[in-house]
């Protein structure tokens, strides 16, 4: 198992249920029902992707190559996509309206899930 994949996970699934609830309590009552539904969704694949890196890490020790590449994309990926969408669906409240140029940052992050599960398979495909 690898130590750095698990660490990182489980910070970024701790942030994930963090957020989850910030998003369930404390903006319930703040944000437009449209607002709140792109919070969640930022909210499920930060948790989706934080189940792919630990089962990335079940691949040991590797930290190069495919795996450490899988590795990178779903944590920029968590970063960009999710990351975008919490900052996109606050932006009202926050009055930052400038938050908006954050919207083209979202499909990158998709891309990166797409290209962590893509490397991902390869990386299974090639273990011995």
């Known amino acids: 198992m690898n130590k750095k994949i698990v660490i990182t996970a489980?910070?970024?699934g701790a942030l994930a249920v963090i957020t989850g609830a910030f998003g369930a309590h404390g903006l319930k009552a703040k944000l437009e029902p449209q607002q709140l539904q792109v919070w969640g969704t930022a909210v499920q694949y930060h948790f989706y992707h934080v189940l792919a890196l630990l089962f990335l890490a079940t691949f040991g020790r590797?930290?190069?190559g495919l795996t450490y590449a899988s590795y990178w994309l779903f944590?920029?990926?968590?970063?960009?996509?999710?990351g975008?969408?919490?900052?996109l669906s606050c932006s009202s409240i926050l009055g930052w309206s400038w938050l908006r140029v954050l919207g083209p940052i979202t499909p990158i992050g998709g891309l990166l899930f797409i290209g962590g599960w893509v490397t991902l398979a390869l990386a299974a495909w090639k273990q011995k």
């Not at 944590?75 to 999710?82: A, D």
């Not at 975008?84 to 900052?87: A, M």
């Open 75 to 82: 944590t920029l990926g968590i970063l960009f996509f999710s």
């Open 62 to 64: 590797v930290t190069t």
């Open 84 to 87: 975008s969408l919490y900052l």
């Open 10 to 12: 489980a910070l970024l």
